[in-house]
């Protein structure tokens, strides 16, 4: 394997391929800060000009695309609480009340390095361990799906909510939404009401756009509409001492890092479950084990850490389905395949049998990749921060347009734009409710995934819910969402209220 590796460095490292390798990761960032267009819409309008490259090359340019485009849509998430993609969400709840502290380069500098932490950890283990795990994720059958499903919707709910009811509860508002559409096991409409452009579902970028990125704008405009300029709460001056981080700090990290690296990683392999997922998961971990959860929110350089490297992670994990078994892990490993396809090679299992020096050429570029993506993207940290000297009215309106072109661009449809003011509406709303607009979005994207391993595990053991418990790879997962709903919905509501009434009677 060092050999093949080696003759795979040899082989990556020529001028033709770094320059692609530059460029994408470069490309990557850049679609990555635009909200809602993200690395996938880089990938499907770049794959095209691979057609005339080498493999090698070809291959290597869209995976650092895929690279840059993640710690990318980190930087609005700090900057303006807007995240590029859905895969950012979690690291704007420390990233931007780290921005607001006065402190915008320190988080995009732990976002950057978090994210090359994880993503060289995912190759690193795609590298040594791609067909033992491919083979560990074919005993994921529904029922298996299924409970991890549950589990994520449990524990993101109890995470992302002060209440566990609200945020179950707008879960399953998200689940609702994501099952209007036609149906795709019987073919009937749900929910649609003859509309033509509801067939195919509500479009999960426009729901991210406006539920994320524009309920946001349209919460700060508010506030600075009906609050005195006296009172707003404005970011502390940027203080070009405070932006680095210390060794104490980043070594605060490294189990964060590690641990977050690990969920990613084994998100990644396990096809459908999701980048977001992943992130989510990393940041929920991370603040349970936390000796100060109570500062998660609030601009911990542990929460921006967890986030960005599982999120990072993902990636390279991704490629171990993709290449061992054909099966994409995501949308972007699926763009994948098809760039392999085109230029010859069919991922499966005897891609590395066939394709073994072009796979350990790609290996290695890919942890070059990963070099570039840390120069290129430190490179575009004061650049980024330069933006915060323009005036917050023109940087929102900049976004409200920015919202609009990444809803239009993928659909070209009016009536997407339309339901993301929508979204945008119900963003707000939820926001001064107190319900989780987290909980509803992970409700949305894993309520397809969900409904679909629940309907195979209903067929396949004739409607026996208890195949959960019976099932020995599913079986720790039921057990964990049961353990995590006495956690969330008994033991701290139970605690919060003995804690009320010792202060009411400390009071008194």
Not at 380 to 408: D, F
Request: glycine share 10%; net charge positive; proline share 5%.
């Amino acid at each position: 394997m060092i050999e093949q590796l080696a003759d795979g460095f040899v082989a990556s490292f020529t001028f033709v391929n770094l320059f692609f390798i530059i460029l994408g990761v470069a490309v990557g960032i850049l679609f990555g800060v635009l909200p809602g267009v993200g690395g996938i819409t880089a990938l499907s309008l770049l794959i095209p000009v691979t057609f005339y490259m080498e493999p090698v090359t070809a291959i290597s340019f869209l995976i650092g695309i895929t690279k840059g485009s993640t710690s990318g849509g980190a930087v609005p998430a700090i900057l303006l609480n807007a995240p590029g993609s859905s895969e950012n969400v979690a690291t704007a709840r420390d990233g931007y009340p780290l921005a607001l502290q006065g402190k915008p380069e320190k988080a995009m500098r732990m976002a950057l390095y978090s994210s090359v932490f994880g993503d060289s950890a995912s190759d690193v283990v795609l590298i040594l361990l791609a067909a033992p795990f491919a083979a560990f994720a074919l005993r994921f059958g529904p029922a298996e799906i299924t409970a991890v499903g549950l589990l994520a919707f449990t524990l993101i709910a109890g995470l992302s909510s002060d209440s566990l009811a609200k945020g179950l509860l707008a879960a399953a508002l998200g689940v609702f939404l994501s099952t209007i559409g036609l149906d795709k096991a019987e073919g009937t409409q749900r929910m649609t009401f003859g509309i033509i452009d509801l067939y195919d579902g509500i479009s999960l970028n426009a729901l991210t756009i406006g539920l994320l990125a524009l309920s946001s704008v349209v919460s700060q405009l508010f506030e600075s509409w009906r609050t005195p300029a006296h009172l707003q709460v404005k970011p502390k001056p940027y203080d070009k001492a405070d932006q680095k981080i210390t060794w104490a700090e980043f070594r605060a990290c490294i189990p964060t890092l590690f641990r977050s690296a690990y969920i990613g990683t084994f998100v990644g392999m396990m096809p459908g479950l999701g980048v977001t997922l992943a992130a989510f998961l990393g940041y929920g971990a991370a603040k349970r084990r936390s000796k100060h959860p109570e500062e998660f929110g609030k601009g911990k350089l542990e929460g921006i850490a967890a986030t960005e490297a599982a999120n990072s992670a993902v990636t390279g994990a991704n490629l171990i389905p993709t290449i061992a078994l054909g099966i994409p892990g995501n949308i972007a490993a699926a763009l994948l395949i098809g760039a392999f396809m085109i230029h010859g090679v069919t991922p499966g299992p005897f891609m590395m049998q066939q394709h073994g020096a072009l796979i350990y050429s790609i290996f290695a570029s890919m942890l070059i990749a990963n070099g570039v993506h840390l120069v290129v993207g430190r490179f575009g940290i004061p650049i980024w921060v330069l933006s915060l000297r323009v005036p917050k009215p023109i940087i929102l309106s900049g976004v409200i347009a920015l919202c609009v072109i990444g809803v239009y661009v993928p659909s070209a449809s009016f009536f997407e734009i339309g339901l993301m003011f929508a979204f945008a509406v119900l963003g707000y709303f939820m926001r001064k409710t107190g319900f989780s607009l987290v909980c509803l979005f992970i409700g949305f994207l894993l309520g397809p995934l969900l409904e679909h391993s629940l309907r195979q595990t209903m067929i396949l053991y004739d409607n026996n819910f208890l195949v959960l418990f019976t099932r020995p790879v599913a079986l720790p997962f039921t057990l964990l969402t049961l353990f995590f709903v006495w956690r969330f919905g008994i033991h701290l509501p139970a605690k919060q209220r003995r804690q009320r009434r010792l202060e009411m009677d400390k009071t008194e």
